[in-house]
T-cell receptor
């Protein structure tokens, strides 16, 4: 989930298990959402996006679910691998897609 | 590699120094962005340029001065910074202003002493 403050929430998952990372967004008018992955020492990397007219979208090993009723977004990673260890954060957009509002993120730790 | 490069990767400067951050994108995009990422806050948009013209200044203090000489290059000129300006400064690009940002550079880790 999202975090306020210096310490990010951490999700620890065993290699091979599925991961679910959650995000609560703030604006009911938001119509576009993105998940990013940020590895240590690197910039954010686009993972997957979803528009508000969809409830689910699948990519390679990742699925994003959108529940507009409760303003909740989740990222599911199948068969989590050590290379998935990173901070994951969501972003929401209202209006111009360039102007995204970002969450603070969740740290995913993959244990062997 | 995302196609967006930034230099330097690390920078330490005193409050009276003047320095510049450089960003270059090799994607043929028309819009470029500066973001600030600090430990206590989510990513904050600072500036947006579309076709070399500044389209957004997100109430950024004047001690940060952006420059976009062409669609492929973006600079952030720094002077008389404060210790609270220490952060990771990220450059990003998108095909056009109005499309979501998908490509970020690796960032410049700035420390102001």
């Amino acid at each position: 989930g999202e975090s306020v403050g210096l310490h990010l929430p951490t999700l620890s998952v065993q290699e091979g298990d599925n991961s679910i990372i959650n995000c609560a967004y703030s604006n009911s008018a938001s119509d576009y959402f993105i998940w990013y992955k940020q590895e240590s020492g690197k910039g954010p990397q686009f993972i997957i996006d979803i528009r508000s007219n969809m409830d689910k979208r699948q990519g390679q090993r990742v699925t994003v679910l959108l529940n507009k009723t409760v303003k909740h977004l989740s990222l599911q990673i199948a068969a989590t691998q050590p290379g998935d260890s990173a901070v994951y954060f969501c972003a929401e957009n209202t209006g111009t897609a360039s102007k995204l509002t970002f969450g603070t993120g969740t740290r995913l730790q993959v244990t062997l | 590699e995302t196609g967006v490069t930034q230099t330097p990767r690390h920078l330490v400067m005193g409050m009276t120094n003047k320095k510049s951050l450089k960003c270059e994108q090799h994607l043929g995009h028309n819009a470029m962005y500066w973001y600030k990422q600090s430990a206590k806050k989510p990513l904050e948009l600072m500036f947006v340029y579309n076709f070399k013209e500044q389209t957004e200044n997100n109430s950024v203090p004047s001690r940060f001065s952006p420059e976009c000489p062409n669609s492929s290059h973006l600079f952030l000129h720094l002077h008389t910074l404060q210790p609270e300006d220490s952060a990771l400064y990220l450059c990003a690009s998108s095909q056009d202003y109005g499309r979501a940002v998908r490509f970020f550079g690796p960032g410049t880790r700035l420390t102001v002493l």
